[in-house]
């Protein structure tokens, strides 16, 4: 009885009148590599909002490993092993680089309920964080604080932050948004090196990437699943290419 | 910053840089000691001062408390002064309602009802944030003073509580004219207060604090208990500001509703502002600037002391934005960098 690293069932989600999630299902396997595209506003960073529980949905089930979260909050479904990145860096801007990545470990370890012991003076806590810096390239920034980085390097931090929570679930909401392509190389090669035994959702507009890195591609269009499936097959999907890809080609996105 | 110039740094030693530096951030420096000199300096220098000396290390000890949920937390709160509040009025009803006026036990109790009432009050509130929480915690200040004029037969209202005796401290050290011996005491607690805040602060909890305060949404992503972690901060700072108020009570055998007023929570505030937040010693240079102008300008002119606080926060906000401590760490900066930033 393997079950599937998560599992969302006839999700459903409305803002006043607009449906932004309308029976959504969706599955990611162990160690699954799924994308998930869609024209600007098909409600994409919504369902990454309802599975990490910072929206609530009006019906329909989120479960992890088998086990239903619905009604579980944000922080505790964060603790038991979703992380996301945003597609909008939400980081500690007048915090450095380390004390970002820290932050994430001492949360994950329990080492935050802590008021008395120095933060920085556990050796195991900083020797990790550096470890996830040094595999994002980040160790030279570590001491800098994120606001002085370049909007391309915050990026990575905000990779390094989910790395530092050692998730099952990974939800990369547009990891290379807002980054010049040359660096955007960087961010991608490191989400294809991620430990395989996590399950990565990836919003990406970028069609190489997508069809590089995914092994499921799910297309998502006003609020409900259009179709899923390989990369050949949405690829040849002439469906797609109407509602999707023929746009992506003509105007681009942002 | 310490990796200002990490370019060409290899990252074998930036990586040992990096431990180096976030392992020693919370030892103290050389300066530390200086607020401190001048306490004590001030106890010689100005010994017939010590009655107004006692009311800056209050005020000091009341914005340290504001900075801690403030400072690093970033909960905004106009109510503070209720938590003061509790503090004075459990020493004062100990020794004029219970005939209790043994100041090291009522300091204690008073210290502890007022963190149970940030305790039981931030369950609540901090589930709020902006522009709401600001009016519940300035509405829990309200009620705390009707509910103290309601029962006004108990707390004799905006008169004062009658009949307030303070026993010698320790059996031994009056109180005398000049406020010496108070001024010692509270030195010494404040100091005391100071070493554990500032421990606070530099702990992974004070990490965590200053993470909600930076993104509170960040937090939540990464599994932070946010409500409960906001809750622990605003006991502690309750239960400080509930010590100040019990010293405020203690070292002037007086107390009236006023303590909660409005007033009181913008003033500590406008202190802590003035000095600048989230870096500790930002409530002693507020709080002692505030106290000395308010001593000196309310004398000369009550409305010119109005209009001069005003003046001065205005500055504040268009030149200090990080208030002094801030502004002159700017400066310094400014003069090592050659004036290139
Ligand atoms: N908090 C909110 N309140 C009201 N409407 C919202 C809210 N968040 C998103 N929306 C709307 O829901 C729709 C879906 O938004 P969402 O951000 O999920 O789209 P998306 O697929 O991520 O788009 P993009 O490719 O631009 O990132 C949009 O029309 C958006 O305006
Ligand atoms: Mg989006």
């Known amino acids: 009885m393997s079950a599937p690293a998560l599992e969302v069932r006839d999700l459903n989600r409305s803002f006043g009148a607009l449906r932004v999630a309308r029976d959504i299902n969706l599955t990611l396997e162990r160690g699954a590599r799924r994308a998930l595209i869609g024209p600007n506003g098909a409600g994409k960073t919504t369902l990454v909002n309802l599975i990490t529980g910072a929206l609530a949905p009006s019906s329909g089930s989120v479960a992890l490993n088998g086990e239903d979260i619905t009604k579980v909050s944000q922080a505790e479904r964060a603790r038991r092993g979703i992380a996301r990145t945003f597609q909008i860096n939400q980081l500690f801007r007048g915090l450095t680089v380390l004390e970002n990545v820290v932050m994430a470990i001492g949360e994950r370890t329990g080492d935050c309920n802590n008021l008395w012991r120095p933060a920085g003076t556990k050796r195991i806590i900083i020797d990790e964080a550096l470890d996830h810096l040094d595999s994002l390239r980040l160790v030279e920034d570590s001491l800098k604080l994120v606001r002085e980085l370049p909007y391309g390097r915050q990026r990575l931090v905000e990779i390094a932050i989910a790395m530092a929570q050692k998730p099952r679930v990974l939800l990369l909401d547009e990891p290379a948004a807002g980054v010049p392509s040359s660096e955007s190389h960087l961010i991608l090669d490191v989400v294809a090196s991620l430990d395989p035994d996590i399950a990565i959702l990836i919003i990406e507009h970028d069609m190489d990437v997508v069809f590089r890195f995914a092994q499921q591609i799910t297309v998502l269009v006003a609020g409900a699943v259009f179709t899923e499936g390989a990369p050949k097959d949405i690829r040849a999907d002439e469906r797609v290419r109407a509602v999707y890809l023929g746009q992506d080609a003509g105007a681009g996105h942002g | ?341």
């Open chain 2, 1 to 341: 910053m310490a990796a200002s110039d990490a370019n060409a740094v290899p990252a074998v030693t930036m990586r040992a840089r990096a431990i180096e530096y976030i392992g020693k951030r919370h030892r103290f420096h050389v300066w530390e000691a200086l607020p401190w000199i001048l306490i004590a300096a001030a106890y010689f220098v100005f010994p017939d001062r010590m009655t107004f000396g006692t009311q800056v290390l209050i005020a000091i000890m009341f914005a340290l408390s504001l900075d801690l949920i403030l400072g690093y937390a970033g909960i905004v709160t106009l109510g503070h002064a209720a938590f003061f509040g509790v503090g004075a009025y459990t020493v004062a009803l100990l020794t004029a309602r219970l005939n209790w006026g043994e100041p090291v036990t009522s300091l204690i109790i008073a210290t502890l009802i007022s963190a149970a009432a940030g305790f039981i009050s931030g369950w609540f509130l901090l589930r709020y944030r902006g522009l709401t929480l600001l009016m519940l915690t300035l509405a829990t200040a309200i009620l705390l003073q009707e509910a103290g004029n309601y029962r006004s037969d108990i707390t004799g209202g905006y008169d004062g509580v009658p009949g307030m005796e303070i026993w010698k401290l320790f059996g031994v050290f009056e109180n005398d004219l000049y406020g010496r011996t108070y001024y010692i005491y509270i030195a010494v607690l404040l100091f005391l207060v100071f070493l554990v805040v500032r421990r606070i602060v530099y702990s992974p909890f004070g990490a965590a604090l200053t993470g909600i305060r930076e993104n509170v949404r960040r937090m939540h992503a990464i599994g932070s208990p946010v409500h409960r972690r906001l809750v622990a901060a605003y006991t502690i700072a309750a239960g400080i500001a509930g010590m100040a108020g019990a010293l405020f009570a203690q070292s002037t055998a007086y107390t009236t509703l006023g303590v909660f007023d409005f007033e009181s929570s913008a003033k500590v505030m406008v202190m802590l502002i003035l000095g600048g937040t989230g870096r500790l010693y930002g409530a002693f240079a507020g709080a002692t600037i505030y106290m000395l102008l308010e001593d000196h300008l309310a004398k000369l002119s009550p409305e010119f002391w109005q209009f001069g606080i005003g003046l001065l926060l205005v500055l504040a906000v268009l030149f200090a934005r990080r208030g002094l401590l801030g502004l002159i760490e700017d400066i310094g900066i400014y003069f090592k960098t050659g004036g290139k930033s």
